[in-house]
């Protein structure tokens, strides 16, 4: 409940915006000084906006690695918080993260500056409101934002004092996404399945290449969406968003990703996978992007050009909320037909758009004023401006066909958890059964030298499939695949998909074998199957007769025995999701 109710109550005749709506900024925001707020401070000033708004409120939703709560800011148009009513009244949901990487603060800035001007009702903004709820996590890797230093950016020199990019338990957490090792991510996980947000945005820093713009985008990629909403973000979202900011102080590219040293020769659009935010996002069919300040400009700029991005991203959210749900929709209801579904892609160079690029010639032997050596730099007294090539389109070239159904045995409890955490439905087997499904065998995969964030992660996964019938137990998962949440589902399930559960060690356990054989021990056993069958004899006696090496061989004799009859165990590499199809 607000704390503000009572006072409310009293004003009763005017409308909530005009009682509380302030003529200044209620924050003292110091970016213009190249101070970014410590935590305590982000969640004061949040809680100053909460007590002064009734129509905003602060909350607690899960915990982070720290034990410390993280927050959850809304803002409505009215005293009205709960997700079911407010998208039950029509409106749209405008999700907005910071703080991921706390040494990259321009978004918990922008936001706390952009959620003071809207509560005030800035020339307008407030209008937004009408028909778009708006959500920000003030920090979202507390622990890294705790871990604060002048230290912890080295390309960076402002502003001053930052965050750190692991989290408490040295996470980076825009890779956690799927795999779910924080605290952070798994409340993460309930906030977006609780407020399934229409359009969500994640803000970063990047450094690179130098070139003159303050703020770039990673749109959401197009490609890993269904055909309606591919269409709707390259002919609707990408194209206004960028005309939008144009007509603002900052201009707006395309996150510059090389494919050749000189952006000059090009850039290519970056296809961020499910263990990134914006990844994330696409599996839940939500508009998901991340802008990349750049962090050769000053901080202010970096700020400023921020808060634009928020507002005009709000407003363009606002202007286009039927649009945007009904995009949706009609996108949920196509991937829920899909005969196939896409799990790898790869960059299509010949489909490209010509886009204006102002950067600074790239200089190859600049001199360090440190070093007086020799290094690669740009340099800023030569600005450019040309048209260059933009490669934006992914080509899908592996596909699963999709299932009818998965069933999932309930001894997998860390995937049940992540499945619960993101709202799959699903039913539980009443009794035990035998299902005659279709499993996966893991024929190859390849293990790093190093560890990647706590895991072991499978770059290269080879697969074949045969038919089964399997034995399942009561209470063990069955879940129907054409469901809201099938991107999702089959993202993680199938072992081969590129952030899937199997590729981040969930299933590690099924890949050595339980039972072996004893060149002494499994003699008499073996002797006593070649009497029971006969035909298998007369095999392996003929293998004796043309293999002079192989009958020379006792332990490839009895491995032979072993591993083509029912001794060998059909479990050792088998994928333990069972699939059921049409
Ligand atoms: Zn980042």
């Avoid at 700029?301 to 991005?309: G, M, N, T």
Wanted: hydrophobic share 35%; net charge negative.
């Amino acid at each position: 409940m607000k704390q503000l109710i009572l006072l409310a109550s009293v004003f009763t005749i005017l409308p909530v915006l005009s009682v509380f709506a302030q003529d200044n900024p209620l924050l003292e925001l110091k970016w213009a000084q190249n101070y970014t707020p410590t935590y305590d401070e982000v969640i004061g000033m949040y809680q100053l906006l909460d007590k002064n708004y009734s129509n905003a409120i602060l909350l607690e939703k899960g915990k982070t690695d720290t034990g410390k709560p993280l927050h959850l800011f809304v803002i409505n148009d009215k005293e009205e918080f709960g997700p079911g009513n407010i998208k039950a009244a029509g409106k749209s949901v405008l999700l907005i993260n910071n703080g991921i990487h706390p040494g990259e603060p321009a978004g918990i800035d922008a936001s706390l500056w952009f959620a003071d001007d809207i509560l005030r009702n800035r020339d307008g903004m407030a209008d937004i409101l009408k028909n778009t709820v708006i959500l920000i996590i003030p920090v979202y890797s507390v622990g890294g934002h705790l871990n604060r230093s002048a230290y912890n950016r080295s390309g960076q020199t402002t502003p001053y004092e930052t965050g750190f990019r692991g989290n408490a338990k040295n996470l980076d957490l825009n890779r956690d996404f799927t795999k779910c090792d924080s605290e952070n991510a798994k409340s993460f996980s309930k906030i977006f399945n609780e407020w399934d947000p229409d359009i969500f945005l994640d803000t970063h820093t990047t450094n690179g290449s130098d070139h003159q713009y303050s703020i770039t985008l990673i749109p959401p990629e197009p490609d890993l969406f269904p055909p309606v909403m591919e269409s709707f973000i390259r002919s609707t979202f990408i194209p206004e968003i960028y005309e939008r900011m144009k007509e603002g102080e900052y201009d707006l590219i395309p996150y510059v990703s090389f494919m050749f040293r000189d952006p000059k020769l090009g850039i290519n659009m970056t296809q961020e996978g499910p263990r990134y935010s914006s990844g994330y996002a696409s599996m839940f069919h939500s508009y998901g992007m991340m802008t990349e300040s750049h962090i050769y400009k000053p901080y202010p700029d970096r700020v400023k050009s921020c808060y634009q991005f928020i507002q005009e991203l709000a407003e363009f959210t606002s202007e286009n909320s039927e649009a945007i749900k009904n995009s949706r929709k009609s996108g949920i209801s196509q991937s829920m037909q899909a005969e196939e579904y896409p799990i790898a892609f790869s960059l299509d160079t010949s489909k490209y758009q010509m886009i204006e690029f102002k950067g600074y010639e790239a200089a190859r032997t600049q001199e360090s004023p440190l070093t007086g050596l020799e290094r690669f730099g740009y340099d800023r007294s030569k600005p450019y401006a040309e048209t260059i090539k933009y490669f934006d389109t992914w080509e899908p070239n592996e596909f699963v066909k999709v299932p009818e159904y998965y069933i999932v045995p309930q001894a997998y409890t860390n995937v049940v958890e992540r499945l619960d955490l993101n709202g799959v439905e699903y039913t539980t087997l009443q009794k035990d059964s035998v299902f005659k499904v279709t499993v996966d065998y893991i024929d190859e995969f390849s293990n790093p030298q190093r560890p990647y964030n706590g895991h072991f992660f499978h770059d290269k996964v080879v697969t074949h499939n045969e038919s089964q019938e399997i034995q399942y137990y009561k209470g063990d998962l069955l879940i129907p695949v054409r469901q809201e949440k099938i991107k999702y589902i089959i993202e993680m399930l199938e072992p081969k998909a590129s952030d899937s559960f199997f590729r981040w060690n969930f299933f590690d356990n099924i890949l050595d074998q339980r039972e072996y054989f004893s060149s002494y021990g499994f003699e008499e056993n073996a002797v006593k199957y070649l009497d029971e069958h006969p035909a298998f004899k007369k095999e392996f006696q003929e293998k004796r007769k043309n293999d002079p090496e192989f009958a020379g061989n006792h332990r490839a004799q009895l491995a032979y025995i072993y591993n083509n009859t029912e001794w060998f165990e059909n479990t050792w590499k088998r994928y333990p999701m069972g699939k059921i199809f049409k």
